[in-house]
């Protein structure tokens, strides 16, 4: 298992943006896919986005896609998740995981989780 740490959340204007990051650490970040979910109150946690270990597959929440951007950079053991044109929907708290199995947006398929970091869209 890797240990991931979120950081980037923060309270922004509907329309604006922020930059997520997660510093994995362990040796093979590079062998595994990533993925972002997030959890807003008394909902369950759902999927935005994963990538896959080699950054050349994505995959997206239709409610995210075009919105939202996720990248990794393996020399630096870190994934990221640019979100633009943020929306009062998006607040939540995001967590960023990972998993050694397929790319997936399922989150029962993640064997390793970060603490999460608040995001607050104001309307």
């Known amino acids: 298992q890797v240990q991931l740490v979120e950081s980037g959340g923060g309270l922004v204007q509907a329309g604006g943006s922020l930059r997520l990051s997660c510093a994995a650490s362990?040796?093979?970040?590079?062998?595994?896919?990533m993925g972002w979910f997030r959890q807003a109150p008394g909902k369950e946690r759902e999927f935005v986005a994963a990538i896959r270990w080699s950054g050349g597959s994505t995959y997206y929440a239709n409610s995210v896609k075009g919105r939202f951007t996720i990248s990794r950079d393996n020399a630096k053991n870190t994934v990221y998740l640019q979100m633009n044109s943020l929306k009062p929907e998006d607040t939540a708290v995001y967590y960023c995981?990972?998993?050694?199995?397929?790319?997936?947006?399922?989150?029962?398929?993640?064997?390793?989780w970060g603490q999460g970091t608040q995001v607050t869209v104001s309307s």
């Open positions: 995981a990972a998993t050694k199995k397929y790319l997936s947006s399922d989150s029962r398929m993640y064997d390793s």
């Open positions: 362990g040796r093979t970040f590079s062998s595994y896919a």
